[in-house]
């Protein structure tokens, strides 16, 4: 039932996405892996960690797009719940090391033998366990959004409120984070990993299998968001989203419904960045600047919101530029990013994804302009 | 208290809001029988939007009671729970979801399970289609089921509201203004649409204009500074000096 739920959901836009991502999936690690290094289909190393970056990018901007695009929830502090992802993933990769540590103790990490620390605080157990850490990946950021998300529904906090509280979250966190006593590294992190599931993180082969992985997880979180808003449940979304007392009234809990999405779209968030840290091979609390959570919703907002597509293509393209401008005038980056995002507000509301359409459609469709005046002088009449 | 509501659909007894100070709602008592038609009228500010809105769970009152059915407390509830006991509502200005199509907009009114894991795993039956055809062909709106609902006309987004209402078969209806901004045979096509209606649910219907309501020909309730002024047919109700006076005189 779960399966022919999920495929039935796509539609035709939504096949090529996925069919696109699965082919990056295989060509991508062949052309970095297969393909000799003078030719002109040579992916380097770099070039494949650096996409493979942008792919956890996108799913991440794809989570926010579920929840502001579809159900209207602007959430600034998405970056807390990529980050805890990616935290879990940061302490199965410390543990990994094991004696490989400066201070080689068999169980402790680095930063704790340092902190004169004898044993593993309660929440370190288990990450061991790779299975216990990737559940832990999408349940702790998952849990966190449902506890979070079930006080301010629940009191019907909305609009600029919730957008604020969410900042606090991720700055709580931020700072929260920055503490040694917490566990985490402290304004270090976690860095330093050696394996990832046995395998060595810096191996090319690793590294390829990891860029494959970033590709199939991006497909699925794309195949379970066209699943959700294609469903009755997205419809009831975007009700929400455009008119939220009206569907309360007719008897749709809108908190609940709100309450899904959130939780599902925080749980996507923890996957991003669980696949983020293994490339960029390190974790630590900027990742829970508000900043970078502002950052993911000028992906979305590049885009195009409330389309699936178009958080895909705004992270890649914005992160592209990014890359791009921190080469060349790192300086100006900051300045042409919030240039982008007025622009965009101002002149492209729907993003590149909407001007995409209006082109399309502007091109293709002549034959629709005139039923659309005669409908118009229909209800003029 | 809860005898003398026994055998009514709605009671208010005594219902008193203020905002900021100012009693929008003093001290107003209603009772509807069940299978009852009532049409409210009243000067603007009168409170008839607010009485709904007591009625729906948007406001709560400071004093007095509401109750459905002769027992179930409304003040206790919110808008979703009373939506579900069978309470439904056209708004003054009309809500629909604009970017939603027309028939996905009575199919998410439709009658049925609201949970969201009933909604993410929900296939639309052959049934409800066919409810849906129904209510389509009802309101009108049949050619236009596949158009956005915000490139609707005023008068249509009406109807479609009112087809919203049906689809959620509700034991009440309210109605606030269904006829504003129609043309007279609109009007006159409504009224007839809400008679219909009237045979098997009971209503609730605000209405300024008094063709509209004389052709309902059903009990009228004058409302006046958040309580009830006069209360019969329309005729007794327009000779009655004080509503002259208030409303009916300018
Ligand atoms: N939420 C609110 N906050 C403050 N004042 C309100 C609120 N709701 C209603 N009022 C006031 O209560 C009074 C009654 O308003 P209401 O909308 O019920 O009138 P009405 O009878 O529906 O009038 P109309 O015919 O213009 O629709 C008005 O003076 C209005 O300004
Ligand atoms: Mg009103």
Redo the contacts between chains.
């Keep these: 039932m779960i399966t022919s739920f999920l495929i039935d959901s796509l539609d035709r836009r939504g096949r090529v996405v996925v069919a696109l991502l699965v082919a990056l999936a295989l060509l991508v690690p062949a052309g970095n892996l297969l393909v000799p290094e003078g030719s002109a289909f040579h992916v380097s190393t770099y070039q494949l960690t650096l996409c493979g970056k942008y792919l956890t990018y996108a799913l991440l901007a794809l989570s926010v797009d579920l929840v502001w695009g579809y159900c209207g929830i602007l959430s600034l502090g998405h970056g807390a719940f990529f980050a805890l992802g990616g935290y879990a993933m940061g302490m199965y990769l410390m543990r990994q090391i094991g004696s490989r540590g400066v201070y080689a103790d068999p169980v402790l990490p680095d930063f704790m033998v340092f902190l004169n620390w004898k044993e593993l605080p309660w929440f370190w157990q288990g990450f061991d366990m790779a299975w216990y850490a990737f559940l832990m990946v999408a349940l702790v950021p998952g849990v966190l959004a449902f506890l979070f998300g079930w006080l301010s529904f629940r009191s019907r906090v909305t609009g600029v409120y919730l957008s604020i509280i969410t900042q606090a979250l991720t700055y709580a966190l931020l700072l929260a984070f920055f503490r040694n006593d917490m566990g985490f590294g402290g304004n270090n992190g976690l860095t330093d990993f050696k394996d990832i599931l046995g395998f060595p993180i810096q191996e090319p082969g690793t590294r390829a299998a990891l860029f494959s992985a970033s590709a199939l997880m991006l497909a699925l979180g794309f195949v379970i968001a066209s699943a959700v808003v294609r469903s009755k449940l997205g419809k009831v979304l975007v009700a929400i989203r455009d008119a939220e007392s009206r569907t309360r009234f007719i008897g749709y809990r809108v908190e609940h419904y709100k309450l899904f999405v959130w939780t599902l779209s925080a749980g996507m968030a923890g996957v991003a960045g669980a696949l983020y840290v293994p490339q960029v091979g390190i974790i630590n609390p900027s990742e829970f600047d508000p900043a970078a959570s502002i950052e993911a919703v000028i992906w979305v907002a590049v885009g195009g919101r409330g389309t699936l597509v178009g958080p895909l293509i705004g992270a890649v393209a914005v992160n592209f530029g990014k890359t791009w401008f921190t080469g060349v005038l790192p300086e100006v980056w900051l300045y042409a990013l919030g240039a982008l995002f007025v622009v965009v507000t101002l002149f492209l509301p729907r993003g590149i994804v909407g001007l995409w359409e209006t082109v399309v459609s502007g091109r293709s469709k002549p034959a629709k302009e005139p039923d659309e005046a005669g409908e118009k002088a229909g209800e003029a009449a | 208290m809860t005898g003398k509501a026994e055998g009514s659909l709605l009671y208010l007894d005594d219902v008193s809001v203020s905002f900021d100070g100012f009693r929008a709602i003093n001290r107003l008592s209603l009772v509807l029988e069940p299978g009852e038609m009532r049409a409210i009228i009243g000067p603007n500010g009168a409170g008839k939007t607010t009485m709904m809105d007591i009625i729906?769970g948007?406001t709560r009152p400071d004093t007095g009671d509401v109750l459905f059915d002769g027992s179930v407390d409304l003040t206790r509830l919110?808008?979703?729970a009373i939506?579900?006991l069978g309470i439904?509502?056209k708004?003054q200005k009309p809500?629909?979801?604009?970017?939603?199509s027309v028939e996905?907009n009575i199919?998410?009114?439709l009658k049925g399970r609201?949970?969201?894991?009933a909604?993410?795993?929900?296939r639309r039956s052959a049934a409800e289609q066919g409810r849906i055809d129904v209510l389509l062909a009802t309101i009108r709106l049949s050619d236009k089921r596949d158009l956005l609902a915000a490139?609707l006309?005023h008068g249509q987004k009406q109807w479609l509201e009112i087809g919203?209402l049906l689809a959620?078969e509700p034991r009440l209806l309210l109605v606030d203004e269904p006829a504003a901004g129609m043309t007279d045979a609109e009007t006159a096509e409504t009224a007839i649409l809400l008679k219909e209606i009237a045979k098997t649910q009971s209503v609730v219907v605000v209405e300024h204009d008094m063709t509209f309501v004389r052709a309902l020909g059903v009990k009228v309730t004058v409302l006046h500074e958040g309580s009830v002024l006069a209360e019969g047919s329309l005729d007794a109700v327009s000779v009655n000096p004080k509503v002259i006076e208030v409303y009916l005189g300018r």
């Design positions: 729906t948007k919110d808008e979703a939506a579900n439904g509502r708004f809500t629909v979801f604009e970017s939603h996905d199919a998410l009114a609201r949970g969201a894991f909604a993410l795993f929900h490139r006309s919203m959620q």
